[in-house]
């Protein structure tokens, strides 16, 4: 029987994948074998002992020590793309909320609540509404910083909408790279973004090289009048900086799903409570993904759409016995865990190696069962982090 303690309201949708006979599943339990978790904070935690893998049911990693983690052999799941498509509709509300005079307009509309003549309140609205005009999205220019799952989905929405778009993303992988729409065209820095945008939005990770990528000196050149939005992190704008740019009037709106004290009394801030992926679609698919990720680790030890170990997956040999193996990726370990197999009269049938920076993971068929002293001696072998037999 597996454990898996969650946190954060997790779709019924995933938690449904997990049998009841196999898995034992819920936000109080201890000695959990895998944590299925949303935007808990791990960081500061005690990690318990008997923890194998991680599964964030969404894009963001930032709350789970990642790295640290992947050197006790804890692997880490993410769901790429699976909340890409909430994010994009709520970038669309951000650019038409921040354009058109529809929440001012919508209070002015509220405020007349009192009045009960409807051709008197026609004539009134008449003679007001040019105080909530705006403008329109068709025509203008809009930046993406981050051309991932969620960038290149927002840059087919301003496409389609009739937007010129611009894009930046230094370290595009070549899956994401053929998803981009080829109207997009790329900036090789973001100074040329920002001064050319009129809208720009950031879908970057939360990450030492990201923090604070818009600051004052970023906000000193970028368009003036620029609407900003930030369905990202908190953690990629200097708030000071962004506060101080819509003071002297250089940036003309924030739009973000990150509220800081102080935003509350800037009227050029429209702030969401971090409900970018906050639909029940977004929270089924993450869910479910997330789920069956971890179910497929701990069953088979295949690992996808990790953070901190390669992607790997091997068809199991009928009726070997399969041992998984997840070591310092360095010279010679691999190959004494294998002798310690070879010593121990256990023949490897089939076997798969991968390795990601400084790690690496191996998936070994093997023709009969490990015993415990040979499992243990493994374990022993410098280098080797974890070993388990699924
Ligand atoms: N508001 C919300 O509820 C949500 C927020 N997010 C946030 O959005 C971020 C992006 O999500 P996805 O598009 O799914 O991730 P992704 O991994 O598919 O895309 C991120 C892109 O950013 C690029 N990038 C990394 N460093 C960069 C830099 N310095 N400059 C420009 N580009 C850079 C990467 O090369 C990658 O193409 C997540 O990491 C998360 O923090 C994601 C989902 C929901
Ligand atoms: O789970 C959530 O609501 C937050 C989603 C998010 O920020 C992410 O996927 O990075």
Not at 103 to 117: E, F, N, R, V
Not at 300 to 307: A, C, D, E, L, T
């Amino acid at each position: 029987m597996f454990k898996i303690k969650t946190y954060n309201a997790i779709s019924p949708k995933g938690l449904a994948r997990f049998a009841p006979d196999r898995f034992e599943v819920g936000s109080t339990i201890t000695a959990p074998h895998a944590i299925l978790l949303r935007s808990h904070k791990l960081q500061g935690e005690l990690v318990p002992g008997s923890l194998l893998a991680v599964a964030r049911a969404g894009a963001g990693v930032n709350n789970i020590p990642v790295e640290d983690y992947g050197t006790q052999g804890i692997v880490v799941f993410n769901t790429p793309g699976a909340n890409a498509n909430a994010v994009k509709e709520l970038v669309l509300a951000g650019m038409l909320l921040a354009t058109r005079g529809i929440l001012p307009g919508i209070a002015y509309a509220q405020s007349l609540g009192h009045m009960t003549d409807s051709a008197a309140m026609h004539a009134l609205l008449e003679k007001e509404k040019a105080k909530f005009a705006g403008g329109e999205l068709r025509g203008k220019t809009l930046g993406i910083v981050g051309l991932g799952a969620i960038g290149s989905m927002v840059a087919d929405m301003a496409l389609a909408l009739g937007m010129k778009v611009l894009g930046f993303d230094p370290a595009l992988s070549i899956d994401a790279a053929w998803r981009l729409s080829n109207a997009v065209q790329r900036m090789e820095n973001l100074p040329s973004l920002l001064g050319r945008a009129d809208y720009v939005s950031l879908h970057v990770p939360a990450l030492d090289a990201t923090r604070h990528m818009i600051n004052a000196q970023a906000l000193a050149g970028i368009k003036p009048g620029a609407v900003l939005l930030n369905f990202a992190r908190e953690t990629i704008v200097d708030a000071a900086a962004v506060l101080a740019a819509l003071q002297s009037g250089r940036l003309g709106r924030y739009v973000c799903d990150f509220p800081e004290p102080g935003f509350a009394q800037e009227p050029k801030i429209i702030a969401l409570p971090h409900i970018g992926a906050s639909t029940e679609e977004s929270e089924e698919n993450c869910a479910v993904m997330a789920a069956d990720q971890l179910i497929d680790f701990l069953d088979n030890g295949h690992i996808s759409n990790s953070v901190n170990y390669p992607a790997i997956r091997m068809d199991r040999t009928p009726g070997a016995t399969r041992i998984t193996l997840a070591n310092h990726n360095v010279a010679g370990v691999l190959g004494h865990a294998l002798s310690v197999l070879a010593e121990a009269q256990v023949n490897v049938i089939d076997m798969s190696n991968r390795s990601r920076d400084a790690l690496a993971y191996n998936i070994i068929d093997a023709g009969s069962a490990p015993g415990a002293d040979a499992l243990a001696a493994i374990g022993q072998v410098d280098g080797v982090i974890r070993v388990r037999v699924v």
